[in-house]
């Protein structure tokens, strides 16, 4: 079972970049299936977007176009590039790691979208 940690998260203006990491300790990284989610106050937890260990890849609509995830299993490392980031992308992000019915969720890292 991987633990997950995430970084990278911070303050950027309308339009700008920022990249997220996710680094995991254990074994097996790269058997796992990996996903980005992002949480607000006011909504559920939600997929940014996901990438299989065969590198298959899924966004969501809102963000398609403008988010890359991206994994490398010889660091054990999971990212997310975020450019033309909008204001309505402000959360919490989160990293997930699933392998069969065994899931380990990080703590999370803050992005905030403001002027």
């Known amino acids: 079972q991987v633990q997950v940690v995430e970084s990278g998260g911070g303050l950027v203006q309308p339009g700008g970049s920022l990249r997220l990491s996710c680094t995991a300790s254990?074994?097996?990284?790269?058997?796992?299936?990996m996903g980005w989610y992002r949480q607000t106050p006011e909504k559920q937890r939600e997929l940014v977007a996901s990438i299989s260990r065969g590198s298959s890849i899924i966004y969501a609509d809102s963000v398609k176009g403008r988010f890359t995830i991206s994994r490398d299993n010889t660091k054990n490392a999971m990212y997310l590039q975020m450019s033309s980031l909008k204001f309505e992308d402000t959360a919490v992000y989160y990293c997930k790691a699933v392998l069969g019915l065994s899931a380990s969720w990080g703590q999370g890292t803050q992005v905030t979208v403001s002027s």
């Open positions: 254990g074994s097996a990284f790269s058997s796992y299936h």
